[in-house]
């Protein structure tokens, strides 16, 4: 039996390091060998061993594609590997980890467990290295497609891995009530450093010159500190020559490469660009239209309640917000893609997507051909230096959306009404079995990532039917999505063994988040413990929609989470409505109170 030392860490988040490392533990188990294992994440590193283990070691195994400290570890022993070496073959590691070791020896180079001097970390760049002598100032922009949650962890994220680090930052969060804190042109100038984690697009013109690094809200909320090193390491200059004071790291990226090298992009992150400035249109036209209902009744639309408060309130939300919807949809994919060019070619073909009757889905194909459109003749055009400053203002948006527009009336926006109407009618004609599986698939997706890619393809789907006049969707869609924290937040007062006197505390504020509709307040116990809480909240969140659709229940609002139900017609079964809501939850907490192992109360 050989006696193991491992880490695992990975930047993808807390979720995929406990894997790592259970997976690790499972395999070393299988094959007769002991193995002392620490994981290292956002939440700090839990596990660890004893000084007798590490002396003990015949090799030590680091799983990461982060930086993780190797103070005390024997460098003749050690075998890197990564997080998806080891969940494709973890026992294939664990042979290569110890013949590894047998083939250098198991004492030379081996570092005392006290006192020992700690080996170079090979994989940490030399340029992180430097920023711990040499504190950085750091400029920072947080933004999520719903504005909401991911846009402020990621902000508190990078604030607290900042102040960890020596390094002064500010982030500017643009999150759906807009810019807050926002950045001084006096602060970008004297930023060392420009950070942008967001899952949308955002305007970077102000930050030419400047060393800039993009990734996504999760990878700031899972780790921080690997952000600002793979940004010190990686970062390069946006837009043109460095300003003053702003020197190029070694190793960076020469001055004009760009930094979108770094970034996260493709179809999904224009999509949810779109998205985050679609919402705003679909969260006050449907507000709107349920103050409506409640003032003037179901039929407040009708001729004879003309003139009326709540037939104005109607005319302003469906007239009016859910008409602009579609093309602030498809002028800010467009917008992702090509940048200022493509808004107006794509509102006008989100715009006329709506005029043909092509819906949600003729405004997202207008926005991806503008913007590809735009984007392709961008770099196609060439003119003198003279007359380059036509190209934004007149050629681009006129050629753009010459050829969207005449795209959509001429060749894909009848075939694409054709599949929106087909679409319309199969939801508003399902028979209580086919509701009940939407439901629940609607469900299963909202509590499978709280607020990833997943989850937000349920929730575009459903907002985006309330204009064709299909809200039960919305409804359950809604109702799984406040399951996970609140069914958290039950169990944490009903199995309370199961839950630590951190974790208790902690559920009240979840509590108010699930009744918010904010499923991404269940994070930071699916980080803990995802294996166990994520099956849980997927089974109540399902049985929440199933529920749903099957007492035929419609919601107007997009939003709103509890707070909805006392605005009357909102929901046309309030009661039954609540009843799936806490079905769902329940359904939840019991999974977790079964699934959860006890742990010391405090």
């Not at 690790?24 to 060998?33: I, N, S």
């Not at 604030?159 to 500017?172: C, D, R």
């Not at 944490?492 to 307040?521: N, P, Q």
Request: hydrophobic share 55%; aromatic share 6%; with cysteine.
């Amino acid at each position: 039996m050989a006696h193991l030392i491992a880490i695992a860490a990975s930047q993808a988040g807390p979720a995929h390091s406990f894997m790592t490392g259970e997976a690790l533990r499972a395999a070393a188990e299988r094959l007769g060998h002991h193995i002392a294992l620490s994981v290292r994440s956002s939440l700090g590193a839990q596990g660890g061993w004893t000084d007798d283990e590490l002396l003990r070691a015949d090799a030590v195994i680091i799983a990461a594609d982060m930086a993780v400290d190797r103070t005390g570890l024997p460098a003749a022993r050690l075998h890197e590997t990564t997080p998806g070496a080891v969940l494709a073959d973890a026992a294939d590691v664990v042979r290569a980890a110890l013949a590894r070791a047998g083939a250098g020896g198991s004492s030379e180079g081996a570092v005392a467990a006290h006192g020992g001097a700690a080996p170079a970390a090979a994989a940490v760049p030399a340029v992180a290295a430097a920023d711990a002598a040499h504190p950085l100032r750091i400029v920072a922009i947080t933004s999520c497609p719903t504005g909401v949650a991911h846009t402020f962890m990621a902000a508190e994220a990078l604030e607290q891995g900042a102040q960890a680090l020596g390094h002064t930052i500010k982030v500017e969060t643009q999150g759906s009530v807009g810019a807050q804190n926002a950045l001084t042109a006096d602060e970008i100038a004297q930023a060392d450093l420009v950070v942008i984690a967001a899952d949308t697009q955002v305007d970077r013109a102000r930050f030419a010159g400047k060393r800039l690094y993009a990734t996504g809200t999760k990878a700031a909320i899972h780790d921080a500190a690997a952000v600002f090193a793979q940004a010190a390491a990686q970062a390069a200059v946006w837009g043109g020559a460095p300003t003053a004071g702003a020197a190029a790291a070694p190793g960076a990226a020469p001055a004009g490469a760009a930094a979108r090298s770094t970034e996260r992009t493709g179809p999904y992150k224009h999509l949810m660009t779109g998205v985050s400035f679609m919402l705003p249109f679909v969260v006050a036209g449907g507000l709107l239209i349920a103050l409506a209902f409640a003032l003037g009744g179901i039929y407040v639309y009708d001729d004879a309640h003309q003139g009326t408060l709540g037939w104005t309130l109607f005319q302003i939300g469906a007239k009016a917000g859910f008409t602009l919807m579609l093309p602030a949809l498809a002028g800010y994919i467009a917008f992702s893609i090509a940048d200022r060019p493509g808004i107006a070619p794509g509102m006008i073909g989100g715009l006329l997507a709506g005029t043909v009757g092509a819906g949600f889905l003729g405004a997202i194909a207008a926005g991806f051909i503008a913007g590809y459109a735009v984007h392709w003749m961008n770099r196609a055009i060439r003119l003198p230096r003279t007359l380059d400053g036509l190209k934004p203002v007149l050629l681009l948006p006129l050629l753009g959306t010459l050829v969207v527009g005449v795209l959509m009336m001429m060749v894909i926006g009848k075939p694409m009404a054709g599949v929106m109407a087909a679409l319309t009618e199969w939801l508003k004609g399902l028979q209580t079995g086919s509701a009940v599986l939407l439901g629940v698939i609607l469900g299963a997706m909202m509590a499978f990532d709280m607020g990833g890619p997943v989850n937000k393809a349920a929730y575009v789907f459903s907002t985006t039917l309330i204009a064709s006049g299909v809200a039960n969707p919305m409804a359950a869609t809604m109702a799984a999505g406040m399951v996970p924290p609140l069914g958290i937040a039950l169990a944490c007062w009903v199995f309370r063994s199961r839950f630590s006197a951190e974790e208790r505390e902690a559920s009240k504020a979840v509590a108010v988040l699930g009744l918010a509709f904010i499923t991404e307040g269940a994070i930071p116990f699916v980080a803990r413990d995802p294996l166990r809480v994520i099956p849980a909240c997927m089974a109540g969140a399902a049985v929440a929609g199933g529920l749903s659709m099957m007492w035929n229940i419609g919601l107007q609002a997009p939003h709103g989470g509890v707070f909805v139900l006392a605005i009357p017609n909102a929901v046309n079964h309030v009661v039954l409505y609540a009843l799936a809501i806490a079905a769902g939850t329940g359904v939840t907490a019991l999974a977790l109170g079964v699934l959860k192992r006890r742990v010391a109360v405090a």
